[in-house]
């Protein structure tokens, strides 16, 4: 059973800076790509970034140049740099952890609340 566990979460001024972290249980963080998607009150669950196992990131357009993601392979974590925060990166943010090479194991955390307020 994997679980995925959210921290770092809260209320920040725009223009303020959150850092948030996901640990993963289990062996599959070790095979799986690892991300972090937001969804907002009355929208989708967007993507916001990918990690792969080497390194290689992927980001929303909303968010290139101010959010960075990593991964610390050592302890199964994944964090993600929020900088420059605005009003609309409000929303909950969730961790995913997606298998490389079975896409039926593909798991999400409950959720961190990021809200940015002034």
């Known amino acids: 059973q994997v679980q995925l566990v959210e921290s770092g979460g809260g209320l920040v001024q725009p223009g303020g800076s959150l850092r948030l972290s996901c640990t993963a249980s289990g062996s599959i963080f070790s095979r799986s790509t690892m991300g972090w998607y937001r969804q907002a009150p009355g929208k989708e669950r967007d993507l916001v970034a990918t990690i792969t196992l080497g390194g290689t990131t992927n980001y929303a357009d909303s968010v290139k140049g101010r959010f960075t993601i990593s991964r610390d392979n050592a302890k199964n974590a994944v964090h993600l740099l929020m900088n420059s925060l605005k009003l609309e990166d409000t929303a909950v943010y969730y961790c995913?952890?997606?298998?490389?090479?079975?896409?039926?194991?593909?798991?999400w955390g409950k959720g961190t609340l990021v809200t940015v307020s002034s």
């Open positions: 995913n952890s997606r298998h490389i090479l079975i896409p039926s194991m593909n798991y």
